[in-house]
């Protein structure tokens, strides 16, 4: 597993730990107050919105920078 930082690091917790705390809350019939449903949401959707944000882009491979023909 290759290392990462530690923001990268918490949107993962995020983006796979909220989903799966609400459903062990779903599975074991609990009741979260109303401010931790929505801070679990937020969660979530930070945490993905970050991991794309944050995703590597392909760099400047010589050939003109589009994907047109070059003549």
């Given amino acids: 597993m290759p290392g ?25 019939r609990l009741t979260f107050p109303s401010w931790l449903s929505m801070g679990l949401v937020v969660a979530f959707v930070g945490g993905f919105v970050f991991l794309v944000a944050t995703m590597d882009r392909p760099g400047d491979d010589g050939w003109g920078g589009d994907d047109g023909a070059v003549l």
């Avoid at 918490?10 to 062990?24: E, R, S, V, Y």
């Fill in 4 to 28: 990462t930082t530690p923001a990268r690091r918490l949107a993962w917790i995020g983006l796979f730990g909220a989903p799966a705390l609400m459903l062990l809350a779903v599975v074991t």
